[in-house]
């Protein structure tokens, strides 16, 4: 069943003085519009999640306040089959946590992320999260006297008019979130690992960004599907964007695609399967009342974590891998998908 939501073309404040949701605040933007003026403590996760892919390997990093603790991860994946993955990651214990911007970081007027120490020492995490000009600066440190060093250091370009998808989820007043999802920005760049160099971008081929950006009081579980790829495909630049199970019922969705740096909002819950069989069985994901997005993401990786650490319970699995089908955008415009890179998740939380 199709949504009936709102564009928002003005900026606009995500809660009222009293800490409650703006009703005003509800709604969908094509470039971020929100203000997440969060105050006080109690179920408040804000975020930023970047992840550059190329078609050999990529690197995420995240930077994440959950009221009591702030977790900063770096994580890299090659796709050959000897190939390495790695995670280092930060815990900042509560009264000392990560300060995020209310707006986009990264983006002019947000302000930077700057986390970890200046020279990051037994395994701690320093990420950084920078406006430049033309793009957002991604860098990042780790140093572990045990393990290899890591350096990120990667500048994502914002194309002239290149839109985005900002959706406003409505539990209730007093619980929702502000989420900001980004796709198919060119990158380049490198990481260092030890004293190897993997290329990103340029000369070393095409490398493309998402960013998920979030704010918002969170009930105290939730599950989700989450599915991004981007990348060229039948003579256009692509980017998906499809959620899952977490806004049903809501109102909202945060389905869309991006095409040439246009967006078309999906206002319909998608309809995902996937076979029980094994984490590299594939999925399908459709519009179940139209032919919008017919899609089947086959995977060839998995990433998954569990975690049972008392205030947080966390299991995910994030699989790697392409997309292949059809879409439509608003104009009417068919495209064929073969195989786009990017992944789909499930995942369950409690926190």
């Known amino acids: 069943m199709a949504t009936h939501e709102r564009e928002i073309t003005g900026p606009v404040d995500l809660c009222l003085p009293d800490g409650r949701l703006d009703p005003a605040a509800v709604g969908w933007s094509r470039v971020p519009l929100h203000r997440a003026n969060l105050r006080g403590w109690g179920r408040t996760k804000r975020w930023e ?51 995020l911007p209310d707006t986009v970081a990264g ?33 990042a440190r780790c140093l572990d006297p045990d393990r290899l060093p890591v350096e990120v250091d990667l500048l994502v370009a914002r194309p002239e008019g290149h839109e ?52 918002g009081r969170w009930p105290r579980t939730v599950d989700w599907n989450w599915g991004a790829a981007s990348g060229r495909t039948d003579g256009h630049t692509v980017g998906l964007q499809f959620g899952g199970r977490w806004t049903a019922g809501t109102g909202a969705t945060e389905n869309g695609l ?67 089908g059809r879409i439509r955008t608003d104009d009417g415009t068919r495209i064929a998908v073969n195989g786009l890179l990017g992944w789909a998740e499930d995942v369950h939380m409690r926190w």
């Open 258 to 324: 991006c095409v040439d740096g246009r967006l078309t909002k999906i206002g319909e819950e998608l309809d995902w399967r996937r076979s029980p069989s094994g984490p590299q069985a594939p999925w399908t994901i459709r519009t179940p009342s139209s032919d919008q997005v017919d899609l089947t993401f086959t995977p060839f990786h998995n990433r998954s974590a569990h975690t049972n650490a008392g205030l947080v319970v966390n299991r995910t699995d994030q699989r790697f891998g392409h997309y292949d």
């Open 164 to 215: 985005s998808l900002s959706v406003v989820v409505p539990w209730s007043e007093r619980r929702f979130q502000y989420t900001s999802k980004h796709t198919a920005l060119p990158a380049a760049g490198r990481v260092r690992i030890g004293t190897e160099v993997l290329g990103f971008g340029g000369d070393d081929g095409e490398a493309w960004a998402v960013l998920d950006h979030g704010r």
């Open 49 to 99: 999640y970047w992840c550059v892919t190329t078609p050999t390997h990529l690197v995420a990093l995240t930077v994440s306040d959950l009221d009591y603790l702030a977790l900063n991860t770096v994580y890299l994946l090659e796709y050959a089959a000897a190939g390495r993955e790695f995670e280092r990651a930060a815990i900042v214990p509560a009264g000392r946590g990560v300060r």
């Open 107 to 139: 983006t002019p007027g947000a302000g930077d992320v700057v986390v970890g120490p200046e020279r990051p020492t037994r395994g701690k995490v320093r990420v950084e999260i920078r406006d430049e000009h033309g793009g957002t600066r991604l860098r």
